[in-house]
């Protein structure tokens, strides 16, 4: 309210304002929305896609996980441990002797890796189908820094496919959001 002269002023509003007032207050709560909402996804969508690029980070540390986690008594290739377990049993059940979380957990990653593995397959199919050269390169960039037993480097790879260090981090960047739709189905997928 504002003063006139000393005395507040009136304001009176007609139905026709307040509609008016209302309307436009609607849609700026309606565009505040939408844009909260496209944030919302935007951000959804990077973590889907940086898992993807996790996984594949991680690649060989959960292969190597998986092939040598020790949680039992015959999964240990220490000879001492196996004999002072060994000498225990009597004490302690079996299901005593083992370290589950670890059991689980390298189960869970087997599981995990063995569905990145299959849709890693299929993402090469996807790549030789498309007939595209960039696409089978983007499959070679991400083998090599990777999947491969022996991993190459960004220059190494640049080197190779003739392309610039730069065009080895976009196809990097290209691949994983094709593979996070592979990885996580829908999860993957920006609406």
């Given at each position: 309210?504002g003063?006139?002269?000393?005395?507040?002023?009136?304001?009176?509003?007609?139905?026709?304002?307040?509609?008016?007032?209302?309307?436009?207050?609607?849609?700026?709560?309606?565009?505040?929305?939408?844009?909260?909402?496209?944030?919302?996804?935007?951000?959804?969508?990077?973590?889907?896609?940086?898992?993807?690029?996790?996984?594949?980070?991680?690649?060989?540390?959960?292969?190597?996980y998986?092939?040598?986690?020790?949680?039992?008594?015959?999964?240990?290739?220490?000879?001492?441990?196996?004999?002072?377990?060994?000498l225990?049993?009597?004490?302690?059940?079996?299901?005593?002797?083992?370290?589950l979380?670890?059991?689980?957990?390298?189960?869970?990653?087997?599981?995990?890796?063995?569905?990145?593995?299959t849709?890693?397959?299929?993402?090469?199919?996807?790549?030789?189908?498309?007939?595209?050269?960039?696409?089978?390169?983007?499959?070679?960039?991400?083998?090599?820094?990777?999947?491969?037993?022996?991993?190459?480097t960004?220059?190494?790879?640049?080197?190779?496919?003739?392309?610039t260090?730069?065009?080895?981090?976009?196809?990097?960047?290209?691949?994983?959001?094709?593979?996070?739709?592979l990885?996580?189905?829908?999860?993957?997928?920006?609406?």
């Open positions: 309210m003063k006139s002269q000393g005395r507040p002023v009136r304001y009176e509003f007609t139905e026709e304002n307040i509609n008016v007032i209302a309307a436009i207050a609607a849609e700026k709560g309606i565009e505040a929305y939408k844009e909260e909402h496209r944030k919302e996804e935007a951000e959804r969508q990077s973590r889907v896609q940086n898992n993807a690029k996790a996984l594949l980070t991680n690649y060989r540390r959960f292969k190597d998986i092939e040598n986690a020790e949680y039992d008594m015959d999964t240990t290739s220490d000879d001492s441990l196996k004999d002072m377990l060994s225990m049993q009597g004490y302690f059940k079996d299901s005593d002797l083992k370290v979380s670890i059991e689980k957990g390298k189960a869970k990653t087997k599981m995990i890796m063995s569905h990145v593995d849709m890693l397959d299929v993402y090469k199919k996807q790549c030789e189908i498309a007939a595209d050269p960039e696409e089978m390169r983007r499959y070679r960039v991400i083998k090599g820094l990777y999947l491969d037993a022996e991993p190459k960004a220059v190494d790879i640049a080197e190779e496919e003739h392309i260090e730069r065009t080895v981090f976009r196809d990097v960047k290209a691949a994983c959001k094709r593979l996070a739709i990885f996580f189905g829908i999860y993957g997928f920006r609406y």
